[in-house]
């Protein structure tokens, strides 16, 4: 199906895991980005990407990792999960310059 | 910095209601300014967009206009539905090659029957 997906939907884990949050576009957008949702912050960018191979920190990147080695997939890893990162976990792709986002369902992540 | 402020929630009204949700920014130059909307369990989609000064955006009975002499982008619609409880954010994207939006911290509107 063409669009964007987001697995797994739902994750619990405990503190000290390492947990991937995969993300895969069907429209080989240029851009692609990884937002957090939680009560009193709204959305914040933990990291981007404008290409295959180029990503950039947003406002909340510690203790994540991404990578994009390919233009559909860019999947965000938590090195050593902690209790603060429990969150909704949104990924968009547009594409380009002063066009929408399009995102997907959401990853629902408890860390315990 | 660019930013955008959203009216704090929880928005409560009885449907057929007329809803405003305000949303100001801040931005050098020409933004565009869009609305996403974010229904129970799902990511955000686009409402409607303006990329200039006095377009009126409009999707679903939803409509905003731009206005840069106020700097804002308010969103109206004049009879809502239960269907319509969801989350409203409200972005900007700067003018000048930006491909990161701005977001504001969202507005949570409920609509009882």
């Known amino acids: 199906d063409a669009g964007i997906t987001q697995s797994p939907r739902y994750k619990i884990t405990e503190t000290g895991r390492q947990v991937t949050l995969m993300c895969h576009q069907t429209?080989?957008?240029?851009?692609m980005f990884w937002y957090r949702q939680d009560l009193g912050h709204g959305l914040r960018l933990i990291y981007y990407?404008?290409?295959?191979?180029?990503?950039d920190k947003g406002e909340v990147p510690d203790g994540y990792v991404v990578s994009r080695s390919k233009t559909e997939n860019f999947p965000l890893t938590l090195e050593s999960a902690t209790r603060s990162q429990t969150s909704v976990y949104f990924c968009?792709?547009?594409?380009?310059?002063?066009?929408?986002?399009?995102f997907g369902s959401g990853t629902q992540l408890s860390v315990l | 910095g660019d930013s955008v402020t959203q009216m704090e929630g929880p928005v409560t009204l009885s449907e057929e209601a007329f809803l405003t949700i305000n949303c100001t920014y801040t931005?050098?130059?020409?933004?565009?300014l869009f609305w996403y909307v974010q229904y129970p369990g799902e990511g955000l989609q686009l409402l409607l967009k303006?990329?200039?000064?006095?377009d009126k955006g409009s999707n679903k009975g939803f409509e905003a206009t731009y206005r840069k002499e106020t700097t804002s982008f308010h969103l109206e619609k004049g009879s809502v539905q239960v269907s319509d409880s969801a989350v409203y954010f409200c972005?900007?994207?700067?003018?000048?090659?930006?491909?990161?939006?701005?977001f504001g911290r969202g507005t949570s509107l409920i609509v009882h029957p």
């Open positions: 968009a792709s547009s594409e380009g310059h002063r066009e929408k986002l399009f």
């Open positions: 429209w080989s957008h240029s851009y």
């Open positions: 990407s404008a290409a295959a191979d180029i990503t």
């Open positions: 931005a050098t130059g020409y933004p565009s």
């Open positions: 303006a990329t200039k000064a006095d």
């Open positions: 972005a900007l994207l700067s003018s000048g090659g930006s491909y990161i939006p701005t």
